[in-house]
Nanobody, 119 residues
Framework: QVQLVESGGGLVHPGGSLRLSCAASGFTFSNYAMSWYRQAPGKERELVAAAVTSAAGSGKYADSVKGRFTISRDSANNTVYLQMNSLKPEDTAVYYC???????????WGQGTQVTVSS
């Protein structure tokens, strides 16, 4: 059974940091590109960051988070992280973990974790 379980969300002041985690199980982690999406109230879900491999520096980012967020993969623990620094109120959203098969079918979503940036 495929599972993506996010954790690490919460309330943080502007300028603060959070690290989101997504623990994956039920599929071969290395065969899937891992991404983080977010959805703010009244807005469409948007891609925040993506990592196809575990190579350092291989992540791709939305322009709005470049230089502030870092995605990383831990293949030993089948976990993907999103380190979020210099958080802004506009980063407030539900953050979702996503797995997409590389040259194979399969798209999976986590249940989401709320991130609120407010003073």
């Amino acid at each position: 059974q495929v599972q993506l379980v996010e954790s690490g969300g919460g309330l943080v002041h502007p300028g603060g940091s959070l690290r989101l985690s997504c623990a994956a199980s039920g599929f071969t982690f290395s065969n899937y590109a891992m991404s983080w999406y977010r959805q703010a109230p009244g807005k469409e879900r948007e891609l925040v960051a993506a990592a196809v491999t575990s190579a350092a520096g291989s992540g791709k980012y939305a322009d709005s988070v470049k230089g502030r967020f870092t995605i990383s993969r831990d293949s030993a623990n089948n976990t993907v992280y999103l380190q979020m620094n210099s958080l802004k109120p506009e980063d407030t959203a539900v953050y979702y973990c996503n797995a997409r098969g590389i040259s194979r079918p399969g798209v999976f979503w986590g249940q989401g974790t709320q991130v609120t940036v407010s003073s």
